[in-house]
């Protein structure tokens, strides 16, 4: 084995893997060895596919639609994507708008590989999903991570965004909302942003991925919000969280013809084609009825009025969410009185003692952060809140 280590490339020897995957699946072997484990890693609804679409995914296998198609995913299921969007949006899209591929992580990846020469500077803000930096970094990109304050709800600021520049950068990078905070901008917070990146020359890559769970509110595109950013802004989204569809992989980018024609050539050679009958299922969402979105959205937004109260009787610092499913809070004051280092070490003590399972931040660029994922049963939240309480008294 010396010899592939040895002829192993700079990145295949500093790639880690994501830490929420690995947290994630630690939780499962515990429990599947018995124990007694509560785990809120998980970055997935736990609702099922809504019947229509799980029945055309059926339906497509039954049918034999099983096969390779367009790289840049079946004409049917790009134009509708443009007609959900064009009407959300109020502006004229087409399919030639819209790339899909196994779900909006691949596609931010690629993304990355098709603009960034070395040394580029991406920038996002702090905490970010996991995947930002390790995606710059395979593309032999610069990230920049800027600092934000748990003042401001740890949101970027074009202040903040435009000290951060140089003339090495190329790419904004924003979740709305955001992962692992909840966060929102609102259209004020994202113009001040983008006229920032329109001055500094910068690529917009909004990751909007969890656009339809908001909380008392609507969903802000920067794709739409002044007529010129469609001239810099890629748009990536899904199924994943919307429709419950995360195992699916159907993620999908909207940007101008000529960007999507250079990724759909770009995923020729890197994946083919996504799923088919993935592609059939996602159609039936995209064209079929979206109450279960709302009933989703609902049922979060209940959990979240839960869990809001019981971080409040704990003391603990956090960020007020207003989308995603997400609690993110600072372990660095029990950490000093109990003597331990961070975050991690938190969540350690946290499994070990209680068998509750959260993410360390620093796999969000704050290591004495930790995140709860509210997409769990209410029975599961409740217990877990009670040992939570325990563990801290």
């Known amino acids: 084995m ?34 007694d484990i509560i785990s809120l890693t ?18 497509a296998i039954n049918e034999g639609a099983t096969r390779y198609t367009a790289a840049a995913g079946e004409p049917e299921l790009r134009a509708a994507i443009a007609k959900v969007y064009s009407e959300r949006w109020h502006m004229e899209l087409k399919g030639e708008n819209v790339c899909v591929s196994s779900g909006a992580k691949p596609l931010l990846y690629y993304l990355m590989s098709i603009f960034l020469e070395k040394d580029d500077e991406v920038l996002f803000p702090v905490p970010y999903w996991v ?11 610069k990230a920049v991570p800027v600092q934000t304050t ?22 904004l990078l924003l979740n709305n909302p955001t992962n692992p905070t909840g966060a929102v901008y609102d259209s004020n917070e994202l113009l ?47 199924v994943s969280k919307s429709f419950a569809m995360t195992g699916w992989r159907i993620g999908y980018t909207i940007a101008a013809a000529e960007v999507i024609k250079t990724l759909a050539s770009y995923q ?29 959205r609902d049922a979060f937004g209940e959990r979240l009025t839960y869990c809001q109260e019981r971080m409040s009787r704990l003391g603990l610092p956090f960020v007020e969410p207003r989308g995603a499913f997400y609690i993110f809070f600072d ?40 995140r709860i994922s509210f997409a769990a049963s209410q029975e599961d939240l409740a217990n877990a809140f009670d040992r939570l309480e325990d563990f801290l008294g």
């Open 42 to 59: 998980a970055g997935e609804p736990d609702f099922k596919t809504p019947a229509h679409v799980a029945r055309a995914g059926i339906d």
């Open 192 to 238: 001040a942003i983008a006229e920032v990146a329109r001055e500094n020359d910068l690529i917009i890559i909004s990751d909007e991925i969890y656009e339809d769970l908001v909380y008392g509110g609507k969903h802000q595109s920067l794709y739409n919000l002044t007529p010129w950013l469609p001239e810099r802004t890629i748009a990536v989204s899904g």
């Open 268 to 296: 020729s050679q890197a994946l083919s084609s996504p799923c088919q009958i993935s592609q059939r299922a996602a159609l039936a969402g995209m064209t079929g009825d979206r109450e279960a979105i709302d009933s989703m």
């Open 131 to 141: 995947s930002y930096e390790a995606m710059v970094n395979m593309c032999n990109g």
């Open 331 to 370: 372990t660095s004051e029990i950490c000093a009185k109990r003597g331990w280092a961070d975050g991690q070490e938190f969540c350690t003590h946290l499994l070990e003692e209680k068998g509750v399972a959260l993410v360390p931040g620093d796999a969000f660029g704050m290591p004495s952060w930790a």
């Open 2 to 35: 010396d010899i592939f280590n040895s002829k192993m490339n700079e990145v295949g020897r500093s790639v880690e893997p994501s830490k929420t995957l690995a947290v994630a699946a630690l939780a499962k072997r515990l429990k599947a060895e018995g124990k």
């Open 150 to 171: 748990l003042e401001n709800g740890h949101k970027l600021t074009a202040n903040a965004l435009d000290q951060a520049c140089s003339p090495k950068s190329k790419i």
